[in-house]
């Protein structure tokens, strides 16, 4: 069986986490914040502020946005459903914006056009959260330039994209966004098994995230209503929740960091394996913006759709376990009962009809990748 992605755990990876079990802490000790400063080493970012999902990132970037009910997000359709949940989650409302059909990506003309509608009708969402479809930002100086000129704040969905650069810096370094979130899931590039962070150039935003992270709980005696009581005393000055990382993930987390550079470098020589062995199969390659590295997260491919189910079938039973990324978010069951349906954005679902996600991970052996690409061909014949 090749899986479409699968981390990369090494013995020091195993000694890092067997550490931790043998030391004073397994939650709140030094390796969450030795993961953050090497979070904040890689993408050029001031803070970072580590949790236990991309997802709880994505709640608490929102939250700490002021994002609430009578607000509304505004997100890909081609994202994973997380994205768009956090705006509900926070009792705002939620609308996307189709992509661009070579780069996955939300378009920056869709967006513009979208938001000059919504100045007119008074109805301009608090935030935009543009996602950077597997490991390649989006045209992000277009959109924090729109972002700026309409009064929006930026999340970038990063979750693909840690180790990716967009022009001459790191995917999230926040130069054209308020906060960037990335995910630790074994499937993307850096694992923690489950985990996330969100990077700021902002203090104050920094601050509310890590206070929302535990509970609204703050032990700064500045933002307290009275003198603390004693060295015990901390105040909870707003609603929060338990989204903290442990110490065994983050310990994981500084061992995989050393080897995000690896990581993104492997995974771009398979990618480009793969161009020159597909390139004479009839199926559509991922297209490259220039001065983007993607950290290739994933390799999509793009075949006929009405042979789409039929190739995906043939993969599946040659024991390639491909997969889909991502059936059109408006278009899930709970999306429709809240307005959205087949139609809306039509650019991301031609995509999906299409779409195929195959193997790609750091460890994938160039004999797996020539047997995946055989397995293919035979399937397109
Ligand atoms: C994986 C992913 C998420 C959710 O990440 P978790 O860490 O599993 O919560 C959100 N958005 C995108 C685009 C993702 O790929």
Redesign the pocket.
């Known amino acids: 069986m090749i899986p479409y992605g699968r981390q990369d755990i090494t013995q020091a990876d195993i000694d890092a986490v067997s550490d931790v079990l043998r030391s004073d802490f397994l939650t709140q000790g030094p390796q969450v914040p030795a993961f953050e400063a090497a979070i904040c080493a890689a993408t050029g970012a001031a803070h970072a502020v580590a949790v236990n ?4 990132a ?1 709640h608490i970037a929102c939250l700490a946005l002021d994002l609430g009910p009578g607000d509304t997000l505004w997100t890909s359709p081609n ?2 459903v ?2 768009a949940n956090v705006g509900h989650l926070c009792g705002a409302s939620v609308d996307f914006v189709d992509i661009d059909a070579d780069t996955f990506n939300m378009c920056p003309k869709a967006l513009e056009a979208k938001l000059e509608a919504a100045k007119r009708d008074g109805t301009l969402p608090k935030i935009i959260a543009p ?1 950077h479809m597997c490991g390649q930002s989006c045209d992000m100086a277009a959109i924090g330039a729109l972002a700026t000129q309409y009064g929006v704040k930026v999340i970038e ?1 990063a ?2 994209a840690i180790g990716g650069r967009y022009g001459d810096r790191a995917v999230g370094a926040c130069e054209h966004s308020d906060i960037c979130v990335f ?3 074994p499937v ?1 590039i850096v694992t923690t098994a ?3 962070a969100a990077t700021t150039n902002d203090p104050a935003l920094a601050a509310r995230m890590e206070r929302l992270r535990s509970h609204g709980i703050t032990r700064d005696p500045a933002l307290m209503t009275h003198e603390p009581d004693g060295a015990w005393y901390y105040q909870q000055i707003e609603l929060g929740l338990n989204y903290r990382m442990t110490e065994l993930q983050a310990a994981l987390g500084v061992a995989q960091m050393q080897r995000l550079g690896a990581f993104v470098a492997r995974r771009n020589d398979l990618a480009d394996r793969y161009d020159a062995l597909l390139a004479d199969l009839p199926l559509q390659r991922p297209g490259r913006l220039p001065g983007v590295l993607s950290s290739f ?1 994933l390799y999509v491919i793009r075949v006929a759709a009405a042979r789409r189910r039929a190739v995906f079938d043939h993969l599946r039973d040659q024991g390639v376990l491909a997969n889909v990324h991502y059936i059109p978010v408006h278009t899930q069951p709970y999306w429709q009962e809240h307005g959205f349906g087949p139609g809306d954005f039509p650019a991301s679902e031609a995509y999906y009809a299409q779409a195929i996600s195959i193997p790609l991970y750091a460890g994938l052996s160039e004999a797996d990748q020539d047997f995946v690409t055989a397995t293919l061909a035979e399937a397109l014949k």
């Open positions: 999902s991309a997802t709880s994505l994202t994973f997380a994205t996602v969905d979750s693909h995910s630790f899931h993307k489950e985990g996330g997260h």
